[in-house]
């Protein structure tokens, strides 16, 4: 890491990921309703026949080796991201991390059928990550999770925790309703008020239910699923300019973590030249779409692309005057983050303080 | 310590019954990470920092893959004789370094390692100024 650490003293890591260790680290946070829908605690099934205990709608690609750094599994031989210690030592001072953004990583309940247990889980979960993890470490922030598919819970969760300073984030997911749809907008609205970027990370694509669509039906391979993630970001973006969410909220923005960026030119090309012939369908956008996007939409760096000449990503960045949209993202303990600072070797120092600091400050609630 | 070996120097790593099957030690010499493992009673060292991105490889899985063949075909080989980076998951020939999505340009450096009276001695290509031993938290 040190051999190519640049001179900066400030990383904020916007895509860090904790794990429940065991599911009943929920318990203290639901109550025995809920523990006996979801079969734990004191309903936990023991026995071989343990087949009506809760599981949380997990993504059916299976990765070819490990999803998870096989390096980065805690000293107790733990699960990778259990334990808030070990992560402290493991990446913030190894990354010299000021602050590090968690986005709880195992499983999202956004598309799960029940949704009445979706909103029990994310009250559950916001209450766990805090005990557990914001209070481990002054440097640790977190994204609040929610049920999008009922926005009055939604704003009733933000109006229970959102004052928490060490919340930065609405963790929306992806659910099967385009996130420009009016559905959204009170939550909007909401997040708007408490100064909360809406964010969006990879988990619910092929898992709950209520998942967004493949757009031309279901990936046969892990490879495959992986690679078009990018494509849900797109359409996203699609939605949110075309239906004017950024009229309406002009203060929003909408983060995408984890869909890679190197798309972007030509999201924005296409939709400026759309928009020049079309404008007539959507007449309450006042500017080109691609103006909107350099304003609202943030970008994490990862999975960084990987070009044939590693410096062309710095000319991509600057043909669509990205440097303000980017944000650094380690993805701990996933197997498709940076190790170090080697993918932004090239990149010049005032393009990497923006992408490891200034940006994050910007666009999340610091 | 210099052997008949060209420009090869020998640095002894522990004795035979601390490196049994399975178990993993993690050289320094001179400053530069070796992974030294027993896989199956075979013998390996290699550099410990993957090409890509440094990832360290002493906590790499030890597996086989799916050999290239015919659309529709899966043919599973090379078993315990594929080593994947805990990172990215590259897979690289254990017995060569080579790595299988391009092995004449992208492989791990490998290290001669033999047993000489039930010591585990690796070959280095400088005079060791410096060797010590760093902890292995776990086997993968
Ligand atoms: S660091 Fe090893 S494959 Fe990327």
Partial sequence: MNDHATDRNQLIDCDVHNFLGDLDELVPYLDLSWQKMMNIGKFKKDSVLNIGSFQFPHVRYSHASNPLRTDAITPSGDYPGTDPQFLVKDLFERYNTTYGILNVGHGSMSAYHNIDLTIAYSTACNEWMYDKWIKADPRYRMTMVCAPLDPKATISEMQRVAHRPEIVGLNLQNVNIPMGSRHFWDIYEAAEHYGLPIVLHPDTEGSGEYSPSQFIGPASTYMEWHTTLALVAQRQIASLVCEGVFEKFPKLKVIFIEYGFSWLPSVMWRMDKNWKALRESVPWLKKLPSEYIRSHIRLGTQPIEEPFKPADLISLIQMVKAEEMLLFCSDYPHWDGEFDERAFVHFPQELKRKIFYDNALESYRF | ?140
């Fill in chain 2, 1 to 140: 310590m210099e052997t008949g070996r060209i420009s090869a120097y020998k640095v002894e790593v522990c004795s035979t019954d601390q490196l049994k099957p399975s178990q993993r030690k993690l050289i320094e010499i001179n400053g530069v990470e070796i992974a030294v493992m027993n896989v199956e009673g075979k013998l390996y060292a290699y550099r410990n920092a993957c090409p890509h991105q440094g990832a360290p490889m002493v906590y790499g899985t030890v597996t086989g893959t799916m050999l290239p063949c015919k659309r529709g075909e899966y043919t599973y080989g090379h078993d315990q004789e594929i080593i994947r980076c805990p990172l990215h998951s590259w897979e690289f020939h254990l017995t060569t370094g080579k790595s299988l999505f391009d092995p004449c340009k992208v492989s791990i450096k490998k290290y001669e390692v033999t047993v000489e009276d039930d010591t585990v001695v690796i070959y280095f290509h400088k005079r060791p100024e410096k060797v010590s031993e760093k902890e292995v938290r776990y086997f993968v």
